[in-house]
């Protein structure tokens, strides 16, 4: 279970070239990449084709494992793929084929940012974007947090199977009121954690703003990056319809 | 329901963006002032609780058992401002790392999950939290999170020109009508075990016995998403709509001289009327939402 | 002794919001340089007290930090000579990256981004962890967050350092590294612990506590044969 959490913050542990490049760049380039898709309508192979190599690229470049990374990306296609059997029957096939290959490919740039940085630096890169800094914080700290209470939800529920809890001879209402009950121990350990934090962060000294670090300076092949990513992508998105 | 990237149509997640937007930045602002950022780790925790409590099972149906999805319990617990923060969080947290709803799509899963989807859930609660029908009321804010939410994603794929036979679209409105049930089901019971555990941890509703306003409320959200939904396999309604409203014809012939040479490849007409008819009905709803939260508001300034 | 002591606690008292009193009338003092180890039962009111020092918890009594009462306008003073490392580094560690989260401190102290990252450094490599700046918290081991949790309260110079169980999660040898570090530093410690043979190897005195009281003060060995304080 956590396993499957944890996998794309392993990933973004890496130390490729594409790991190490600004994160402000690199969501950038994401943002024009997804919006190049956003727009395509109808869709055409050759466009296609032509993202799904820049992505080919990125993860080349990023070490990553492909077929681990191209699985990853495919937990789009369940969702996608249900909507692309009924415009299929309905006669749509171009139409079909067009909305499995925009959201892969989409979800794949998705993943080819996550993978490769890490969420401390994704945060400071969304700062420099200008997203309210509230969420950001509360997105700090649930990301901190996301793994532990998710591992300790874990622990809890393997020690209720331990003790029968999903055996079938028990009522319906006995196992519903025994999960609120493991419910709301949670929501108990997760409070009083949350106070302890509280605690920690007056003990240092808090007196209501949560003081962040600045970004690194981009350097010159960081610029470099943003500059032939989106170059590549805008010749893309407008090569074959001028 | 988390949308993925390359569904919606761009008039479709920019306008749901520029709905979420001011939204998320309206609800940051008041969080922000009734609470400190000291009442930030909780938010956070409480985000990351929502993805651990989806850990345990509920065994709500016959042999299925389903998880809490949340936004219901967060408002009736953190408040609706903070609870749409925390969804909003929560729901960034999927798309980057879990590819779960797309990026650009975050706009309209925001919308519907973190905006729609708390108010609607907490509504019941604040109108009726207080009195008898409490756990009614519980139960219907947790149905009204899910179904919403659900309604609203089905609608802006509708609007967005995927195809879905009206059968199917009002099969899925039965299996929204379902999970909501059950995210009702769950929220009465965790809410009712957390209330016994420590009864500060829920809100307490200070309206009371205000039932028949409420119930007009509650019905008009629900008919706006049936509404749309019922309205939308139909295109020619939906340009009936956009005729009438007298902003297709308009806006076709403003769009159409600049970019006359490239409209046959892609801004097909058809296609840009329904997707502006599409907007046009979005900002409806914003606008009917936005009155009707207005005068909800004046008469619990009276009271 | 003509030394004055860096934290005089007298006659502390403190009840919880239903009533039930949990500290009644605590004196107790901790001269510069010397290790307390605070032992007693669990509930007996070791942690509450601590919490005290830096006015996290407010009760009846006075305490002097270095001279200063602890009330609302020396707070900002006085968290910065108590540092408290408390018992779940989890929840001490709540900042991105580690050179994130020992800046902290330095930076609500109100120093500049570089000055605070300066500091930062300094007390990373004063705890041996100066490699692990750019990690997240998460990927620590225990003895690991353990040390970076009190880099980040060394980064603010406190005069006192409240370590609250500082042994749990420890394996052996993390725990006789913890040591090594911990004689090392020249502040005067107060340590809340079960664990014997860590509180021995740090400590010379020992208090202890018993439904809110101090009953003992004295010697650790004579202490802890007095109330059978072993496995």
């Given at each position: 279970?956590?396993?499957?959490?944890?996998?794309?913050?392993?990933?973004?542990?890496?130390?490729?070239?594409?790991?190490?490049?600004?994160?402000?760049?690199?969501?950038?380039?994401?943002?024009?990449?997804?919006?190049?898709?956003?727009?395509?309508?109808?869709?055409?192979?050759?466009?296609?084709?032509?993202?799904?190599?820049?992505?080919?690229?990125?993860?080349?470049?990023?070490?990553?494992?492909?077929?681990?990374?191209?699985?990853?990306?495919?937990?789009?296609?369940?969702?996608?793929?249900?909507?692309?059997?009924?415009?299929?029957?309905?006669?749509?096939?171009?139409?079909?084929?067009?909305?499995?290959?925009?959201?892969?490919?989409?979800?794949?740039?998705?993943?080819?940012?996550?993978?490769?940085?890490?969420?401390?630096?994704?945060?400071?890169?969304?700062?420099?974007?200008?997203?309210?800094?509230?969420?950001?914080l509360v997105i700090q700290f649930l990301y901190r947090?996301?793994?532990?209470?998710?591992?300790?939800?874990?622990?809890?529920?393997?020690?209720?199977?331990?003790?029968?809890?999903?055996?079938?001879?028990?009522?319906?209402?006995?196992?519903?009121?025994?999960?609120?009950?493991?419910?709301?121990?949670?929501?108990?350990?997760?409070?009083?954690?949350?106070?302890?934090?509280?605690?920690?962060?007056?003990?240092?000294?808090?007196?209501?703003?949560?003081?962040?670090?600045?970004?690194?300076?981009?350097?010159?092949?960081?610029?470099?990056?943003?500059?032939?990513?989106?170059?590549?992508?805008?010749?893309?998105?407008?090569?074959?319809?001028? | 329901?988390?949308?993925?990237?390359?569904?919606?149509?761009?008039?479709?997640?920019?306008?749901?963006?520029?709905?979420?937007?001011?939204?998320?930045?309206?609800?940051?602002?008041?969080?922000?002032?009734?609470?400190?950022?000291?009442?930030?780790?909780?938010?956070?925790?409480?985000?990351?609780?929502?993805?651990?409590?989806?850990?345990?099972?509920?065994?709500?149906?016959?042999?299925?058992?389903?998880?809490?999805?949340?936004?219901?319990?967060?408002?009736?617990?953190?408040?609706?401002?903070?609870?749409?923060?925390?969804?909003?969080?929560?729901?960034?947290?999927?798309?980057?790392?879990?590819?779960?709803?797309?990026?650009?799509?975050?706009?309209?899963?925001?919308?519907?999950?973190?905006?729609?989807?708390?108010?609607?859930?907490?509504?019941?609660?604040?109108?009726?939290?207080?009195?008898?029908?409490?756990?009614?009321?519980?139960?219907?804010?947790?149905?009204?999170?899910?179904?919403?939410?659900?309604?609203?994603?089905?609608?802006?794929?509708?609007?967005?020109?995927?195809?879905?036979?009206?059968?199917?679209?009002?099969?899925?409105?039965?299996l929204f009508a379902i999970s909501g049930a059950m995210?009702?089901?769950?929220?009465?019971?965790?809410?009712?075990?957390?209330?016994?555990?420590?009864?500060?941890?829920?809100?307490?509703?200070?309206?009371?016995?205000?039932?028949?306003?409420?119930?007009?409320?509650?019905?008009?959200?629900?008919?706006?998403?049936?509404?749309?939904?019922?309205?939308?396999?139909?295109?020619?309604?939906?340009?009936?709509?956009?005729?009438?409203?007298?902003?297709?014809?308009?806006?076709?012939?403003?769009?159409?001289?600049?970019?006359?040479?490239?409209?046959?490849?892609?801004?097909?007409?058809?296609?840009?009327?329904?997707?502006?008819?599409?907007?046009?009905?979005?900002?409806?709803?914003?606008?009917?939402?936005?009155?009707?939260?207005?005068?909800?508001?004046?008469?619990?300034?009276?009271? | 002794?003509?030394?004055?002591?860096?934290?005089?606690?007298?006659?502390?008292?403190?009840?919880?919001?239903?009533?039930?009193?949990?500290?009644?009338?605590?004196?107790?003092?901790?001269?510069?340089?010397?290790?307390?180890?605070?032992?007693?039962?669990?509930?007996?009111?070791?942690?509450?007290?601590?919490?005290?020092?830096?006015?996290?918890?407010?009760?009846?009594?006075?305490?002097?930090?270095?001279?200063?009462?602890?009330?609302?306008?020396?707070?900002?003073?006085?968290?910065?000579?108590?540092?408290?490392?408390?018992?779940?580094?989890?929840?001490?560690?709540?900042?991105?990256?580690?050179?994130?989260?020992?800046?902290?401190?330095?930076?609500?102290?109100?120093?500049?981004?570089?000055?605070?990252?300066?500091?930062?450094?300094?007390?990373?490599?004063?705890?041996?962890?100066?490699?692990?700046?750019?990690?997240?918290?998460?990927?620590?081991?225990?003895?690991?967050?353990?040390?970076?949790?009190?880099?980040?309260?060394?980064?603010?110079?406190?005069?006192?350092?409240?370590?609250?169980?500082?042994?749990?999660?420890?394996?052996?040898?993390?725990?006789?590294?913890?040591?090594?570090?911990?004689?090392?530093?020249?502040?005067?410690?107060?340590?809340?612990?079960?664990?014997?043979?860590?509180?021995?190897?740090?400590?010379?005195?020992?208090?202890?506590?018993?439904?809110?009281?101090?009953?003992?003060?004295?010697?650790?060995?004579?202490?802890?044969?007095?109330?059978?304080?072993?496995?």
């Amino acid at each position: 279970m956590s396993l499957k959490y944890a996998v794309i913050d392993r990933w973004s542990q890496g130390q490729s070239v594409f790991h190490r490049l600004d994160a402000r760049m690199k969501m950038t380039a994401l943002l024009v990449y997804l919006l190049s898709i956003a727009t395509l309508k109808p869709v055409r192979a050759p466009e296609m084709i032509a993202f799904g190599v820049l992505i080919l690229i990125g993860m080349t470049l990023s070490a990553l494992p492909i077929g681990g990374f191209l699985l990853r990306g495919a937990v789009v296609l369940p969702f996608t793929g249900t909507f692309a059997a009924i415009s299929a029957f309905g006669g749509q096939t171009d139409f079909a084929v067009g909305l499995v290959a925009k959201s892969y490919l989409s979800a794949l740039g998705v993943l080819l940012l996550a993978a490769t940085t890490p969420m401390p630096a994704l945060l400071h890169a969304a700062q420099w974007l200008k997203v309210p800094r509230v969420l950001l914080l509360v997105i700090q700290f649930l990301y901190r947090y996301l793994f532990i209470l998710v591992e300790q939800a874990g622990r809890m529920r393997q020690a209720a199977l331990c003790r029968g809890s999903a055996l079938s001879k028990r009522s319906r209402g006995e196992r519903m009121s025994s999960a609120a009950g493991m419910l709301s121990v949670l929501f108990a350990r997760s409070y009083e954690r949350a106070e302890g934090i509280q605690r920690a962060m007056l003990s240092r000294g808090f007196h209501g703003q949560i003081p962040l670090l600045t970004n690194p300076a981009a350097r010159l092949k960081d610029w470099a990056f943003a500059l032939c990513a989106v170059a590549a992508t805008l010749a893309i998105r407008l090569g074959g319809r001028l | 329901m988390h949308i993925p990237d390359g569904f919606l149509a761009t008039p479709v997640w920019a306008a749901a963006g520029a709905v979420s937007v001011p939204g998320v930045a309206y609800c940051a602002r008041r969080a922000h002032a009734v609470l400190e950022e000291g009442r930030i780790p909780l938010m956070g925790v409480m985000g990351a609780f929502v993805f651990a409590a989806q850990m345990i099972n509920f065994p709500v149906g016959v042999g299925t058992s389903g998880h809490l999805v949340g936004g219901a319990l967060l408002a009736m617990t953190l408040g609706p401002a903070s609870a749409c923060l925390v969804m909003t969080a929560i729901l960034t947290v999927q798309a980057l790392l879990f590819q779960d709803g797309g990026v650009l799509a975050l706009g309209a899963n925001v919308l519907n999950m973190a905006l729609a989807g708390v108010f609607a859930g907490y509504l019941p609660f604040q109108l009726w939290g207080g009195g008898s029908r409490r756990k009614l009321a519980i139960w219907l804010g947790g149905f009204f999170s899910v179904f919403v939410s659900a309604s609203l994603a089905m609608t802006e794929l509708l609007l967005s020109g995927i195809p879905i036979p009206t059968g199917v679209a009002l099969l899925s409105l039965v299996l929204f009508a379902i999970s909501g049930a059950m995210e009702g089901a769950i929220t009465v019971a965790a809410l009712d075990a957390l209330g016994r555990l420590n009864p500060s941890w829920v809100r307490t509703s200070q309206t009371a016995g205000k039932g028949g306003y409420g119930a007009l409320w509650v019905g008009a959200v629900l008919l706006a998403c049936v509404g749309i939904l019922i309205a939308s396999p139909l295109p020619d309604g939906l340009e009936k709509l956009a005729e009438s409203l007298g902003i297709a014809g308009r806006a076709s012939n403003l769009f159409k001289s600049p970019l006359s040479d490239y409209e046959a490849s892609f801004v097909s007409a058809a296609w840009l009327r329904k997707a502006l008819a599409g907007l046009a009905g979005l900002l409806a709803t914003y606008l009917v939402c936005l009155a009707a939260g207005r005068m909800i508001a004046k008469r619990g300034s009276k009271a | 002794m003509n030394i004055l002591p860096v934290i005089d606690a007298q006659q502390v008292r403190y009840s919880y919001s239903d009533g039930t009193s949990a500290l009644n009338g605590i004196d107790f003092h901790l001269y510069p340089g010397e290790t307390v180890a605070l032992l007693g039962r669990n509930g007996s009111g070791k942690t509450t007290f601590v919490l005290h020092l830096n006015g996290l918890l407010q009760g009846e009594g006075t305490i002097q930090v270095c001279g200063m009462a602890v009330c609302r306008q020396n707070l900002a003073a006085i968290r910065a000579k108590v540092g408290m490392v408390f018992q779940d580094s989890d929840e001490q560690l709540f900042m991105p990256t580690v050179l994130e989260d020992v800046a902290f401190g330095p930076r609500n102290l109100g120093l500049g981004v570089d000055h605070a990252v300066q500091r930062a450094r300094e007390a990373l490599s004063q705890t041996g962890v100066a490699d692990l700046a750019g990690r997240a918290p998460y990927h620590l081991s225990a003895g690991e967050k353990r040390r970076v949790a009190l880099a980040g309260v060394l980064a603010m110079s406190p005069e006192v350092l409240v370590l609250d169980e500082p042994t749990t999660f420890l394996d052996p040898p993390a725990e006789r590294e913890l040591i090594r570090l911990l004689k090392s530093l020249p502040q005067a410690k107060i340590v809340v612990t079960h664990d014997m043979p860590f509180a021995r190897a740090l400590a010379t005195r020992a208090v202890f506590f018993e439904k809110g009281r101090v009953v003992a003060n004295g010697p650790i060995e004579e202490i802890a044969s007095r109330f059978h304080w072993e496995i």
